[in-house]
């Protein structure tokens, strides 16, 4: 399922569509991110569940047509992958 979050440039504050926050996604969750991608898990779900739903979430994309072009993916700062793997740390 493709949604569009808001996220105010000034603030950082990401706005979910209702439907997200009656269906849990409220008060502070888990994200997770790499590269081009952040994963916002359900407070309630366990590990299975959230890999079941990030291997749907991969097909879903694949199937998706894009409206940007197929070039590198985007690795903003925080993210670029160092010669650790990615945690510099």
Do not use: C, W
């Not at 504050?13 to 409220?26: A, H, N, T």
């Not at 952040?38 to 097909?59: G, N, Q």
């Amino acid at each position: 399922m493709r949604i569009k979050i808001k996220i105010n440039p000034k603030t950082g504050v990401v706005y979910l569509p209702r439907e997200m926050v009656e269906d849990g996604f409220r008060g502070e969750v888990d994200a997770f991110g790499a590269g081009s991608v952040i994963v916002i898990t359900h407070p309630d779900a366990d590990v299975m569940a959230i890999k079941e739903s990030i291997t749907l979430v991969s097909r879903d994309i694949e199937l998706t047509p894009r409206s940007r072009s197929q070039g590198s993916a985007h690795l903003p700062k925080s993210q670029e992958i160092g010669q650790n793997g990615g945690d510099d740390s």
